[in-house]
């Protein structure tokens, strides 16, 4: 299973990236939305962990291109933001879930 990590956040993402290949998992990573965008032409991951708030192309407008591609593949959000319209938006384009950060990768692991 291929995991694609997309967080600007450079510690979030080595954390999220390390924990998913301890569980034996792919992982790609990327912390600029335009380099992320642009890659999705080579091919889907087969999960998505997508931060909303990145530099050059927002979380968003990856997710629209992402269900262009594939409607099926499970994207998660990850946001600090509280702004329901912004959780709304994610949700209206096809996000399976959102984690809210901070979080503790310790509790996931445990369920």
């Known amino acids: 299973m291929k ?3 997309i967080e600007d956040d450079y510690l979030l993402s080595k954390v999220v990236c390390h924990f998913c290949e301890k569980e034996r998992y792919e992982v790609i990573k990327y912390f600029d939305g335009l380099e992320a965008f642009n890659s999705l032409e080579e091919g889907l991951a087969d999960l998505y962990f997508l ?3 990145l530099p050059n192309v927002d979380g968003i407008e990856i997710l629209k ?5 594939d409607k ?3 994207v998660i ?3 600090a933001s509280i702004e329901m319209e912004i959780l709304e938006e994610a949700f209206l384009y ?6 809210k950060k901070p979080f503790d990768l310790i509790t996931y692991q445990m369920l």
């Open 3 to 5: 995991i694609c990590v």
């Open 51 to 53: 931060d909303i708030n």
């Open 65 to 69: 291109q992402i269900r262009k591609l």
């Open 72 to 74: 099926n593949v499970p």
């Open 77 to 79: 959000v990850i946001t």
């Open 94 to 99: 096809g996000c399976d879930e959102y984690i």
